[in-house]
């Protein structure tokens, strides 16, 4: 089967000669393996790669280092840039949110945030995971390590069970019982059917009972009590945690994979990347992620401003002599189509991807050039908050 390009792009970059060097150093567990010279909008990229190669690995080879990968970003703002961005190459990553207004008084958590907060970190070891959190978020408060685990049940479609047990299982467990449910910790019966709200989930429940079995198990809108999808099973939170007896570095265990992007001085993460010069001896640009100069972008210029064209279209074609590897990422297909027509002639030999990528990079050692076209289009809009699992 032909690879994905987001797959080839990964190994291309793996397989050139300062990052394999990096790659096997990573595998004898030469710690910290420090990666320099790498702008901004490259980092993601490369934590993909870091990431991929790593879990490609087999356990046997990680020198004990889990399949776990922490990345730490310095700050909210760039822990959703970075996320954005790692999702063209790593879909299954995930989003650690901080705590809200943990340091105001008489102010309740965001709801969303707190149940999308206890979603992730109980999938924390149950595989391979990617968590993207800030250096921050980790000496956050957080339910004491295990507790999450202990105070789940799992429902299946299909299975047996009584109604009337779990309905004295939610009282028991803290869950209010309403007419119509409207808010987590909640539940409502009507007949044989339960509506159910769990803590840590983004939508709730609607199980539907024939005798002593769940004959029927979906996830619904809470707005129009409509359902939205089948589901196989569910994982019920019967306590709410509220003691936060713990904190979230608790959740990073001593073998878990660390990646920090711009680390502190003080670092301890296996893998540190960063825009400046952070190794030790003579500076080596070899394996620097670059700025791939094709100028300033207002938006039309593409379309109306020709020498701009013409700049641009001169630097395809020194790419394509030097026989690059070049992708444009696309927010949508009507730009890859609108692109198409703008530059007829000249657009073969580039892959048009879809994905979300605020800005390019090249990557010499690897002869491979990849464009935003929000660049190219001059939208750079100010960058609009991580919408949140719910919505």
């Known amino acids: ?19 394999a060097r990096k790659l096997d150093a990573m595998q004898k567990a030469q ?12 980092q993601p990229f490369l934590a993909a790669v870091i990431a991929s190669s790593w879990h490609r690995l087999p356990a046997d080879h990680r020198q004990g280092v889990d399949s776990t990968i922490w990345l730490l970003c310095p700050s909210v703002h760039s822990q959703e840039l970075v996320y954005e961005s790692l999702l063209n190459w790593q879909p299954d990553a995930l989003f650690l949110p901080e705590a809200e207004l943990a340091a105001v008084e008489n102010v309740l958590p965001d ?16 595989g391979p995971r990617i968590i993207v959190a800030t250096r921050a978020s980790l000496h956050q408060p957080a339910p004491k390590r295990g ?15 009584k109604m009337e047990n779990l309905l004295d299982q939610l009282v028991s467990g803290d869950y209010e019982r309403v007419a119509q449910v409207t808010t987590r910790g909640q539940f409502a019966v009507r007949g044989g059917i339960v509506d159910l709200y769990s803590w840590q989930a ?8 024939f005798g002593d079995q769940i004959e029927s198990l979906r996830e619904f809108d809470i707005d129009t009590q409509t359902s939205v999808r089948d589901l196989r099973s569910v994982d019920i939170l019967f306590e ?14 001593p073998n878990h994979f660390k990646i920090e992007i711009e680390p502190e001085v003080n670092s301890s993460a296996h893998v540190q990347i960063s825009e400046g010069w ?7 640009f070899g394996g620097a992620f670059e700025d791939c100069d094709i100028g300033e972008f207002a938006a039309g210029d593409l379309v109306l401003a020709e020498a701009k064209r013409a700049q641009f279209v001169e630097r395809l074609k020194e790419w394509r002599v030097n026989e690059a590897r070049i992708v444009i990422y696309f927010q ?47 939208r750079f809009a100010i960058h609009a908050p991580r919408q949140l699992r719910r919505a």
């Not at 945690?241 to 959740?251: A, H, I, L, N």
């Not at 952070?278 to 080596?284: L, Y």
Request: proline content about 7%.
């Open 1 to 19: 089967m032909e690879k994905s390009i987001r797959t080839e792009l990964l190994e291309r970059v793996a397989a050139s000669e300062p990052i």
């Open 31 to 42: 710690w910290p393996v420090q990666f320099s010279h790498v702008i901004k909008p490259a």
């Open 111 to 126: 709801p969303e945030i707190a149940a999308e907060r206890l979603a992730l970190l109980m999938q924390i070891g149950t």
């Open 147 to 161: 507790t999450l685990q202990s105070a789940v049940t799992q429902l299946r479609r299909g299975a047996n069970i």
């Open 202 to 209: 983004p939508l709730p429940f609607r199980l539907e009972f």
């Open 240 to 253: 709410t945690t509220d003691g936060q007896s713990g904190f979230v570095r608790d959740y990073v265990a």
């Open 278 to 284: 952070i190794e030790t001896g003579p500076e080596d």
């Open 332 to 378: 949508t297909e009507g730009e890859i189509e609108r692109f198409r027509e703008i530059m007829a002639g000249v657009a073969e030999g580039i892959d048009f991807v879809e994905g979300t990528l605020p800005r390019g990079f090249c990557l010499p050692a690897a002869n491979l050039v990849v464009l935003s076209a929000a660049e190219l289009f001059g």
